[in-house]
Structures are given as C-alpha cells and as structure tokens.
C-alpha cells in the first residue's frame, strides 16, 4: 500500500465496528473510480475499483472473492457481481492479501452481505477478529484500522480451499506486512486452463520511524521479503493478478487485449518472476537508505 497521509476522525482509531466513518486518504477518490468489471479468464473476473483489486471467481456451487477493497468501495463491488450476472449472497468464500484498509477495509461488510467464510493467515485473522491494525504491521501508526469481523477461518502456508470445482491455494507472502498471502489457482475455458496468481503487495513502505534493516516490531521482515520472492520466482503464472492492479500493468494489458494484441496480453509467463526482481530491488535500495541513515 502507499503511504499516504491520513486525516481521520479518532473515533475511527478507537472503533473497529463497520459504523464508523470512512478514513480520508489522499488516494481514496482515485482508488475508488469506477471500473467496469470484466471477465480475465475463464471463471476468474475483475470486481473491484479502478485502483484496487477484487477478484471474483466463479463456480456452480459458490463463489470465492479476493480481496474487498475501501469501505466505500463496497457498493461498487456489490453492483460489479450483480452486473455480471452473479449474486454476491452466492459468495461462500472471502479471502485477504493483506489486512489494511484499502483491500481489507470492506471485508466486514461484504461478508454481512454475502455470509461468507471468511479466512486468512494467521496474524491477518488476529488484525481482522481483535485489533483492526497490526502492531507488527510497518505502517502501524500511520494507518487506520478495518472494521472488525466476529469470525475468521485461521489458514496453514499451502493449505488448499475449495468451493465447488474451485481450488485455491494459499501461499503466505509476508514483508509487506507479517500476514501477507498470496493465491494460486487454475481457471479454463474449454480444453485450456492457465494458471493465476494473486500476488500480494510486496512494497517496503512503513510508517516514519520504522526500520526494515533492524525493527523490534518486525524483526523477521527482510527474511519475510526473501521467501516472498522466492515464492514469486518460482510460481506458475501464466497470468498475473496484484492486489493494487497498475503494479502489474492490467491496465495496460487489458488495453491490449481490447485492441486485439495477440497473443492476449493478459497472459504473461514471465509476469511473476518479473514482479519479484523489481519488489527485490525496491527492497535493495530501502536496505541501502536505512543504512546510510
């Protein structure tokens, strides 16, 4: 997530209920604009804001939604499903990439609406159940926390989720903050399926203060960063989905493919390994600032 300045009400600190108001946010507005939703592949749908991503993937038997973006962008959500021809009351699933408020700030509601599962690594279920914000999290202190859900599904690295002929894996992804996860699945039309994958934000952006070199708080997190990359490298991808989409150019892509580039710009095998050397390299020269500090 970027850093941003936040103007917002104690109340919101002090409150993890879904009343209380919306943060303000130098990048809100732009986050939030509309966008049309659209079909990536096969079962696999884009359902979010224009700035932040929220993927619907389909099945017979229920769907699963990753990731919920604002508050505020809930009602968006909602219609993007609804337009598409699918109910969110038939979401059985809701999963997280990482538990800030502009991807996991409209959890709460979406899963009011829908009376979804909703499940996360481990630290991301304490931050979602108890807390609203993570003291671990680098960016603690300058962010607001989501609102609070009763229930969460606590998850395993590599545990397999299915809804209907949906199988998704879960991959944690931590460093940007420690309960970060990615997700992996298969999605197809016809004969041929490809592989996606759901990466996490993998940024080392915190609040002023913290270290990523040597923090109390977060003492694991340049090793937390490394197996992150390591999973990127390594992963099948043939498409590559990002919680903030510009991090991975959709929309670009998606420009391409509208125009009709072939082959689909969308699929791009190196997408993930390419992911990988440039967070790697943010994380090199965040490294060489503290150092020099």
Not at 40 to 55: E, F, K, Q
Not at 77 to 97: C, P, Q, T, Y
Not at 187 to 197: A, P, Y
Not at 242 to 268: F, M
Request: glycine share 10%.
């Amino acid at each position: 997530m970027v850093l941003v300045t936040f103007l917002f009400l104690l109340a919101a600190l002090a409150s993890g209920q879904s009343g209380a108001p919306a943060p303000s946010c130098a990048n809100c507005a732009e986050w939030n604009k509309r966008q049309e939703p659209f079909k990536i592949y096969g079962n696999t749908y884009y359902v979010g804001p224009h700035g932040l991503s929220s993927i619907l993937i389909t099945s017979k038997a229920g769907h699963v939604l990753i990731d919920g973006a604002l508050p505020e962008s809930v009602p968006q959500v909602v219609a993007n499903i609804r337009s598409l021809g699918f109910r969110v009351e038939d979401v059985k699933l809701v999963v997280n990439s990482h538990v800030h408020f502009d991807h996991g700030g409209g959890i709460a509601e979406l899963q009011r609406l829908s009376g979804a599962e909703v499940a996360a690594s481990p630290w991301s279920v304490e931050v979602l159940t108890k807390s609203g914000v993570g003291k671990g999290d680098p960016q603690f202190g300058s962010i607001p926390p989501v609102a609070l859900i009763p229930k969460a599904t606590t998850l395993r690295d590599g545990q397999t989720l299915r809804v209907g002929n949906i199988k998704l894996t879960t991959h944690f992804t931590p460093g940007h903050t420690p309960g970060g996860t990615s997700w992996t699945w298969k999605s197809c039309e016809g004969k041929r399926c490809l592989s996606l994958v759901y990466a996490d934000s993998l940024t080392p952006v915190s609040a002023e203060g913290f270290r990523f070199s040597d923090s109390r708080e977060y003492p694991n997190a340049v090793k937390d960063f490394e197996k992150s990359f390591a999973f990127l490298r390594a992963a099948r991808c043939d498409i590559l989905l990002t919680s903030h989409p510009d991090a991975s150019g959709l929309w670009q892509r998606l420009e391409g493919r509208e125009r009709g580039v072939r082959p689909d710009p969308l699929v791009s095998p190196q997408g993930c390994k390419e992911l990988s050397e440039r967070a790697s390299e943010q994380l090199r020269r965040r490294l060489a600032s503290e150092k020099s500090q």
